[in-house]
T-cell receptor
Framework: SQTIHQWPATLVQPVGSPLSLECTVE??????LYWYRQAAGRGLQLLFY??????ISSEVPQNLSASRPQDRQFILSSKKLLLSDSGFYLC?????????FGQGTRLTVV | KQEVTQIPAALSVPEGENLVLNCSFT??????LQWFRQDPGKGLTSLLL?????REQTSGRLNASLDKSSGRSTLYIAASQPGDSATYLC???????????FGDGTTLTVKP
């Protein structure tokens, strides 16, 4: 069966520090991969999606970047965090039908 | 551009009640619609998936319906329990390879 791993679950980082959130998928090949951010009480904002290794599409301009170094690995990064980067980040993968989500990372920038 | 709306934003019911959550979308040209559950501070768990050719899907006490022509889907929860308390989100996918659009969710509280 397919599983998706996302870590860490929580993270507190100072302003100006770098960020690296990792997401890996097991049990499937060539998945579509996504990074979302969710504001409190709101729906999901798509940040990046990838249809293959090295193929990244950005949905909104921001202080973040994404990379896909391997088929089932998706990384969300920042060189210098801003206070406004605080939020709940979710990784997801989809088949031709359904979408599946990781457990999320609560990022607090202080 | 697809827009997905979920009303109400919050709902509180006593245990045992049957309830309906609503999801509406503006563009009826969809590939499928998926309902998710999200517990506080957690990721999304898929509940039901309805393909565009289907009218409804059932899983246990949950039943999801789809009316593409009117741009609506409902999630029916029978005999609600406190453990059903969570936020429920719907997501509409435009094509098999398209990106889904999510509603903001309905936060359900079932009181014992």
């Amino acid at each position: 069966s397919q599983t998706i791993h996302q870590w860490p679950a929580t993270l507190v980082q100072p302003v100006g520090s770098p960020l690296s959130l990792e997401c890996t998928v097991e049990g499937t090949s060539n998945p579509n991969l996504y990074w979302y951010r969710q504001a409190a009480g709101r729906g999901l904002q798509l940040l990046f999606y990838s249809v293959g290794i090295g193929q990244i599409s950005s949905e909104v301009p921001q202080n973040l970047s994404a990379s896909r170094p391997q088929d089932r690995q998706f990384i969300l990064s920042s060189k210098k965090l801003l206070l406004s980067d605080s939020g709940f980040y979710l990784c997801a993968w989809s088949s031709n039908t359904e979408a599946f989500f990781g457990q999320g990372t609560r990022l607090t920038v202080v | 551009k697809q827009e997905v709306t979920q009303i109400p934003a919050a709902l509180s019911v006593p245990e045992g009640e049957n309830l309906v959550l609503n999801c509406s979308f503006t563009d009826s040209a969809i590939y499928n619609l998926q309902w998710f559950r999200q517990d506080p501070g957690k990721g999304l768990t898929s509940l039901l998936l309805i393909q565009s050719s289907q009218r409804e899907q059932t899983s246990g006490r949950l039943n999801a319906s789809l009316d593409k022509s009117s741009g609506r889907s409902t999630l029916y929860i029978a005999a609600s329990q406190p453990g059903d308390s969570a936020t429920y989100l719907c997501a509409v996918r435009p094509t098999n390879a398209g990106k889904s659009t999510f509603g903001d969710g309905t936060t359900l509280t079932v009181k014992p």
